[in-house]
């Protein structure tokens, strides 16, 4: 019997995904829960298991297509044993469409989301608008308009009336070229603005999104003709790349980036890995990488200063009450910043053993959508690299990112006498909008402090 291979909704804001790889070729034997393709979304990367074991019949959507979810991807032909036409594994935890467009939005992110709004005193008056444009729009006939929660806050923060915007997806849906082209005035898809309504954010300028606009970004910025000369050669950008220019030109346009370096002594957390990195590992079972130290400062800080944890929604400051450290990790293809949720209920070893876990799956595609989002603050390390140090680019929704140098024996004077100590080069990049510099070298100082002056034990 034929058993349908589906595209799998990968989180309920997600409706859709690309075909980035085909690990199998028609024609080829495959076992149940045996990789068969690889998918990317806004979200993740990842690996997607056969349904049924039997023979890959049929491959009907080809490498770098995007199709949207329940698109019937591949046919597997079985003897009828174990057979189902159900979704692959990743699939089945997916919020059914309908339910999930009632949703609210996630913010625009990089490889990461906006954590969900810990509302401050001073709203609790009056809902975020955020809340309050979350519903369906409903067109004049009454019918709800289908799009997704990105859809909804674009035409939001543009002012564009959805019930105007034609929908070219399944069922009509209003997808995202769709709404992008309407924003852009192009085409048949251009839809009259909302009368009546609030003019859009000046702090929010419009969003790039999906790779046409990318595409469009740079070729704003650099005429054609002044790239192709001499002799090229042309390579497409991967659906990860492509997001990744997307969120850190949004980034850039919407944060006003500043910028703190500091110097941090680490001779002390230096000592204590040395002497300790062999029994942690036959401890624990997990490696002691020099991260954790800093995780755990990050996150006195954060709870001595949280507004450097916080988001921006116009003119409302959102203050997280938890935590959710993303932490970057360099993957082959790209870049991608997994959450440790609540990492300030967690101590050394949990974010030690959190944080192997989550780069080891994001280095084997197995991440989940959930597990790149909300976070609200973000470390990223180009020391582990050589560089001595880095300015990052802020990861959004976020107002602040942390950026590690390399560790490195350096001439210091102490006590008025040269000596040799393991010293790091810290910088904080944050949004000028919310963050002053009073409270970001505060904040640096209260890492700076917690590092040079290592209490807490590993074990």
């Known amino acids: 019997m034929a058993v349908d291979v589906i595209m799998p909704q990968m989180g309920e804001s997600i409706f859709e995904g690309t075909i980035t790889k085909w690990l199998k070729k028609a024609g080829d034997k495959i076992e149940r829960d045996e990789p068969l393709f690889e998918i990317s979304t806004d979200k993740v990367d990842a690996e997607i298991p056969s349904p049924s074991a039997g023979v890959l019949k049929e491959i009907k959507v080809n490498e770098g297509q ?3 979810i329940q698109t019937v991807v591949a046919i597997i032909e079985t003897d009828g044993a174990g057979a189902q036409s159900a979704a692959p594994a990743p699939a089945k935890a997916a919020v059914p469409a309908a ?7 996630p913010p625009a992110n990089v490889p990461a989301s906006g954590a969900p709004a810990a509302k401050t005193e001073a709203a609790k008056s009056a809902p975020p608008a955020e809340t309050v444009q979350q519903k369906p729009a409903v067109s004049a006939s009454g019918e709800k308009v289908r799009s997704s929660p990105l859809v909804r806050r674009i035409a939001r923060e543009h002012d564009v009336d ?6 070219s997806g399944a069922g009509g849906r209003v997808s995202k070229s769709d709404i992008l082209a309407a924003v852009e005035g192009g085409g048949s898809s251009a839809a009259a603005p909302r009368t009546g309504s609030a003019p859009a954010r000046a702090s929010a300028p419009p969003p790039v999104s999906g790779g046409a606009s990318a595409s469009a970004v740079l070729e704003n910025a650099v005429p054609r003709e002044k790239m192709y000369f001499g002799h090229y050669e042309v390579q497409p950008m991967s659906v990860m790349r492509q997001r990744i220019a997307e ?12 910028y703190s370096v500091d110097e941090v002594n680490v001779s002390g957390i230096a000592a204590i890995r040395a002497k300790m990195k062999n029994k942690f590992e036959e401890t624990t079972g997990t490696k002691l990488t020099f991260m954790p130290f800093f995780v755990r400062a990050a996150v006195e800080g954060l709870r001595t200063f949280p507004t450097v944890n916080s988001s921006v929604d116009g003119t409302n400051i959102v203050l997280h ?6 932490v970057a990790v360099a993957l082959d293809w790209g870049l991608i910043v997994p959450v440790i ?3 300030e209920e967690k101590n050394f070893l949990g974010i030690a053993r959190a944080m192997n876990d989550l780069a080891e799956r994001a280095r084997a595609k197995k991440l989940k959508p959930e597990e790149v989002a909300d976070g609200t603050f973000a470390i990223t390390n180009p020391g582990v690299f050589g560089g001595l140090f880095g300015l990052p680019v802020i990861n959004q929704p976020n107002v602040a990112i942390l950026g590690l140098g390399t560790i490195e024996k350096r001439p210091v004077v102490i006590d008025d006498a040269i000596a040799i100590r393991s010293m790091v080069y810290l910088t904080l990049s944050y949004d000028h909008r919310v963050v002053d510099g009073a409270v ?3 904040f640096m100082g209260k890492i700076k402090h917690t590092l040079e002056n290592w209490t807490e034990d590993i074990l």
């Open 247 to 258: 969120h850190m030109v949004l980034s850039k346009r919407v944060s006003p980036h500043v």
């Open 66 to 68: 995007t199709v949207p």
């Open 440 to 442: 970001a070298h505060q």
């Open 341 to 343: 949720k609540n990492a």
């Open 321 to 326: 009450k938890e935590c959710n450290i993303g």
């Open 99 to 105: 339910a999930s467009a009632a949703k609210s939005a």
């Open 162 to 167: 959805l019930t105007q915007v034609p929908g």
